[in-house]
Every structure is written in C-alpha cells, then in structure tokens.
C-alpha cells in the first residue's frame, strides 16, 4: 500500500491518498481512500480489501458507473469512416510509480487502444492534494476526447452533499442533499466559473462547520467543470471531477496529450472548517498571494457611466481623506461606453468624457497618495462597437446566427489570434497611458453557442479558457507592477484556478451588508478573506433597497479586502468621520485577520452568524457576533470558540468603532465586558454568552492571551 503524502506537511489537516501498490503490468491500483492524517496509520502495509475503484473508473474492470475516460477513435479504413474505436480502454500500469515528499506519478497504458494514462497527484501546502490526468493518444488515428475525470472515493458512512446554488447577486448559498444510489451531477455549463462553485463536500450527515468526517472536491478551472457523486449496487459511492467538454473539443491526434485541470481533494475529521484553512493555508503560499490589501473605493456604485473629472476629483479629495488607499475608475471611460449598450471591445479612452485621457485622474489620484486602478471586460464585444462592425467574424457563435446577447454584449473569440491581439495590444496602449496600478477584469455574460468561427462554429470553451489564461499572463508579464482582480458580474469566476494569477475577488455585485455576511461566509469556505472585495455600500442598499447602519455595513466589511463602494460626495460629515475610524481600525487590523485561521462558529439560532480570526499562534482571536434578525427567544447564543490555547487564560474586550449597547454590559462576568479571564478550554467548551441584540447589528470582540 502507498500512503501519499507519508508524512504530515502541516496546516490545519493533511489529506492522505492511500493506494493499492501499483504493480507493473497489473490494473491501475485501487484507492483505498482519501482521509485527513492520522487515517491510514498503523494498516502496517496491509492491502486493505476492498471494493473501490481506481483514481480513473474503468467500464472495463466492472464499473457500471459513468466512466472515469469517455471518447472513441476515428478510423478510416477501406470500408469508410469507423467511429468508435478504443472507448474501453484498461489501462495497465507502466514501471514503478515515482514518488517524491509531495509528488507521485503513476504511468500506465493501454495497447490495444493506443492511449497513454499519466495520473499526477501532487501535495499542497496546507494539507490539500491536488491530481490530474494526462491523457495521450499513441496512435495513428484521431482520438476523439469526451470527458476525463479524476475519481476519489467516499466511505459508507459520507452519504451527505453539500454544494452551493447561486446567481448574480446571491453566490453560493449551501443546499444539502442525502446520497442514493444513482448519480448526483452537476454540470457548470457556464463557460466562466459560474455563481454556484464549482465545488462539492460529501460528509456523514450533519457535518458541520467543526464536525463530521468531510471530503470536499474543486476543479480549479475558469470554464466549464463536471462534478459527479454516483454509486450502484457494485461500487461504491465516490466523487468524480473534470473539466466538462463540449463535442470536438478535444481532438487528439497521434502523440498529442491533453490534461485535466488540477482537482483538489481536501478530507478532514473535523467539519468544513479544516478545509477551508487547508485551503487558505495554500493560497498564503502564493507568489500572488495578496500581504495586505489596501482600502479602496470603487466608484461604480457612486457614478455608474457618468464620468466627469469634476466628480471624480471630488470623490478623490474625501476618499483621501478619509484613509483610502486606492480609486478604481469602473466601467464608462472609453470609446461609445455611456451605457452599457455600448463599447466592449474599442479599448481606447473615450476623448469626449476624457480629452486629455486618463493622465489627468490618474496623476491627481497618486498625488493625494492613492493608487488608481481601471476597469476592462476584456473578453466581451458589443455589437454596436467599431470592432464588432470591422470583425464580426471576431464573435463566438456556433452558426452563421450571432447568440442570444446578454447584457447587449457578445463574447469576443479569444482563440483568434487577431481578436486575441487587438485586446492585448489595446489594453497595452491603455495601461502604458498612465500609471495604473491596479485592474478590475470583468466579464459580464455566460458563454452562450461559444463556437470559433475560425473552425466553422466549432465549440471552444476550452480554447477561450486557455486563451483567457494566456490574455492575462502576458499582460501580467508586461505589468508586472499591476495587481488583478477578478470580477464576473460580481463572484461568477471565483476558481482554485485563477486564483493563482489575481490578487483580488469582487465577490459580489450585492454589496447590502445582510447578504454579504452570507456570501462571504460561504466564499471563504475556497477563498481566504484577504482575497474577497468587501465593500461598504450607500445606507440603504442599491440591490436590495434595505437600509442599514454604517456600524453594520462597515464591521461586514473589514473582515475581507474592505472597500467603499457609496457616493461618498452624500455622506455627512460624520459618517465620514466613522467611515475614516473604520478604515483605520481595518489598516491597524488586517495584518492579523489576514493571516490568522477563520472560524465559523456552530449556532443553534437561525438569526445569529458567528464567525471570526484565531492568529496563527493562538495569542489572540478577533470575533464578530452578527445578528441578522430577530431572534424567537430570549435565550442568546453562546460562542465557543474552537483551537484556542487550551490552557491558556483570554482576556476579552469589545473592539472596533461601534460601542455594543449599554444594556450588553455587565450580562456575563466572562464575557466581553466582564473582567475574568477564562481559559481556551473554557471558550470552546462553555463558550462566551451574548443575549439576544437588535437586528442587523454586529459587536466585535477581541480575545486576547494573558
Ligand atoms: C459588473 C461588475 C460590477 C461593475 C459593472 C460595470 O456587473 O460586477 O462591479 O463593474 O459590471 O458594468
């Protein structure tokens, strides 16, 4: 038996594969397993019997499932042209596996069907694995590839899903469903990442932000994903995922390979919580990885289209300050983009809102010592732009008929190296323009009918997604300086893909501070807090018109990459001067909320959220008591706090501009305003008691080590 990795890497939990010794010239080896460490400890070696399936399910070794490798060979021969060649492929395995501290390949072959199998399973930092396969055709004849996707298998007892629905302006909201044998598939057809994942957890039922044996599964891929949780009555239940292709997609020829994107497996004994730190953990390895993200405001919500110097100096002028760090010039500053009918694809500056350009703005803006960021949907066209009338042969579509548009807006053909140009060297001429420190990539529409005209309507999802990629290496190797941020109408291209390339997520284009705190929560569970835009909205909310206290708005906010997204021009004078104690309690902050484990606390109340920072050495803990509505009872809720210092005393004190409500003080002597100190164990046994408070408000406490 193989134990992969052999030895904890740290982070919060390690995921272990564990595996049949392959043997040369046998069937790729079963998967016994994917557990958090200790599990597979003391098996001495033992190849465990079992019925699972290897990390490619195979119809040939008796699955009855949906195949791990589907797609069939062209051949042509005297009688015509024979499809349906090679689709059941066994492939045996190649030579030892290699195996290192954090990789193991395992090579394998079938050679009768002439295809090559390379599975790579490598370990994150932070305890997560990662696996791929690479699939190459050995023969002479074309390969026709349908889908490939890496199996993983659950334990009996994991009989519970957890995924996310989700829309514009409602990202991932969890839904559960019980396991029963047959297929649970979800299928992101989106050609961006989508509002709703991609991502699965399977558990035993019940589990828990801290309980429950839990396996979560993520394709870290921007275009179209498969996830499938499936069992029978002969195999048991595991989760499939890959990339999902659209028909000629893939094509093979003879010696040609194609990958799956990476699929991070992550287990844990111990609820959702371990996995989103494993998660957190690899991401604050990044090269990327965002140190510490400055406070900013965007003015989309404050301005919309309507650009003018004037304004912009004078949002400049307060967001100065008032301690921001950053202006972003959204969307409307170039050619015909005074709504959004208009525009996408002409990327030079409009001379009739900006006739010196954006020199002026930008130069204004770093003088009062902020940064100045812009706005780009880069992959999209509307049909009433000069590219579009010079090249409608740029847009995708499958027919000789343009798609259905969405937003007045068609998508651009990245896979035509003309159409991928223009962008790239438009852009180039933009941000050579002026000192832009920072943009915000959009992409506002699903990819509907996305062929190449190139190749005659041929689907191209995953040519645009490489092309995508592709767009924004070249253009962060040629602005080396410029930070990303990764925008889709909002959260829709939030990925373990691109994240290794963008230093920022706008999560959401619902900025009311209710829904937020539930948006968050739930982004947080694949993407560290640092990396989610959280921005303080007007008092009462664009999207939803509901209207809340800046305290409320402002204390949602700083537990992520806080922003302003408000007309700051109609804020009085003292919100202004609590929006600039705000900003300053965040910068004083963020240092430790960004590098710290989150934690999401368990409560029995519907209408209270808990959830907060444990710094990394236990010394001290940020939490926020979040009551979203009324409560039916006057109970409270107890915060127990898990992964303090067991033995250690805390000190707990309110935090942050907002003073918590008289009759809050004096209610439990070990709480926040008491003066005992308690001890870790204590905090996540009993726990901190907070009495039921008013709707949408929010109290901060600080936990400090003694
Ligand atoms: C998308 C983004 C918003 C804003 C608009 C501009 O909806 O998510 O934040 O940039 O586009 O058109």
Known sequence: MIVFPGNDLGGPETTRLALASPRPGGDLPKVL????????????????????????????????????????????DPEGIQAGRSWSPRFLVEGQPEQTDNSLTIKARDEDAQLALETRVEAMAGGSLRIRHTLRNLGADSFLLEGLEVRLPLDD???????????????????????????????????????EGPVVMVGIPGFNFYHGRVLCVQPAWSGNTVLRVDRNSATPAGVSAGELL?????????????????????????????????????????????????????VWEAIGFKHDFDTLRDLADRAARIGVE????????????????????????????????LKPLANYVHKLGMQFGLWFEPEMINPNSDAFRDHPEWVMRASSRNPELQRNQLVLDLTNPQAFNHVLEAMTKVLESCQIDYVKWDHNRDLLEAGSQVHGGAPAIHEQTLAY?????????????????SCASGGGRIDLGVIEKIRRFWNSDMTDALSRQLIQRWTEQTVAPEYIGAHISQPSSQQTGRTYSLDFRAATAVFGSMGIEWDIRQASEKDLERLKEWITWYKANRGFLHSGRVVRLDLADPSVLAHGVVAPDRSRAILAHVQLDESLHNRGVYLRIPGLDPKARYRLVWTGPAKPRASLEHLDPTGPLGTAEVTGTYLERVGIRIPRCQPETIRLIDLVRV
């Open 33 to 76: 397993g994917v557990q958090a460490a200790p599990c597979f400890d003391g098996c001495g070696g033992a190849e465990v019997a079992n019925l699972n399936t290897s990390l490619l399910l195979e119809h040939a070794t008796g699955v009855y499932l949906h195949p791990g490798l589907t797609g069939h060979r062209i051949a042509q």
């Open 326 to 357: 950053r202006l972003v010039l959204d969307d409307g500053w170039f050619h015909l983009r005074r709504d959004d009918t208009a525009g996408l694809g002409d990327w030079w500056v409009d001379p009739a809102v900006w006739p010196q350009g």
């Open 157 to 195: 007892q994991q009989t519970q899903i957890l995924d996310f629905a989700g829309r514009h302006e409602r990202e991932r909201s969890p839904q559960r469903h019980d396991l029963v044998d047959g297929a649970w598939v979800r299928e992101f057809r989106w050609g961006r990442t989508g509002f």
């Open 246 to 298: 659209l028909p000629g997609e893939v094509v093979l020829s003879q010696g040609q390979e194609y990958s799956t994107p990476w699929i991070v497996a992550t287990a844990s004994d111990h609820g959702m919580d371990p996995i989103m730190n494993s998660l957190h953990a690899w991401e604050r390895t990044l090269p990327e990885h965002p140190r510490e993200q400055p406070v900013i405001l965007n």
């Open 469 to 485: 990629y592709r767009l924004l290496d070249t253009l962060r190797a040629r602005f080396p300086k410029v930070e990303w941020e």
